[in-house]
């Protein structure tokens, strides 16, 4: 049974930054697509950004090209998102999912994702 922990999430200020970290717990593929989605209040959860474990190749959404990172470190199984210079539209419920498809149309379809976390919540205000 896989497990996946959210940890990270907080309130900070307008060009702030915080660092998101999901760890996972039993047995993953170790090629594996895992990323992360967001939802805000009132909208539909969107990608945000997917890495494929065995390549490190990433996919980014518009929204946070340039701000976002999202890195991985195999020996924890556990992958980071690194967000620089937050904005208020970036506030929202992130979650982080494994076992999906990371093409570059294929990363934001949540339908493919085996397994998600609970959520942590971003605040920027």
């Known amino acids: 049974h896989v497990q996946l922990v959210e940890s990270g999430g907080g309130l900070v200020q307008p060009g702030g930054s915080l660092r998101l970290s999901c760890a996972a717990s039993g047995y993953i593929y170790s090629r594996n697509c895992m990323a992360w989605f967001r939802q805000a209040p009132g909208k539909e959860r969107e990608g945000v950004a997917a890495l494929y474990t065995a390549g490190d190749i990433t996919h980014y959404g518009d929204s946070v090209k340039g701000r976002f990172t999202i890195s991985q470190d195999n020996g924890k199984n556990t992958i980071y998102l690194q967000m620089n210079n937050l904005k208020p539209e970036d506030t929202g419920v992130y979650y982080c999912?494994?076992?999906?498809?990371?093409?570059?149309?294929?990363?934001?379809?949540?339908?493919?994702?085996?397994?998600w976390g609970q959520g942590t919540q971003v605040t920027v205000s």
């Open positions: 999912a494994a076992e999906g498809l990371c093409g570059v149309l294929g990363w934001t379809r949540q339908s493919e994702y085996a397994y």
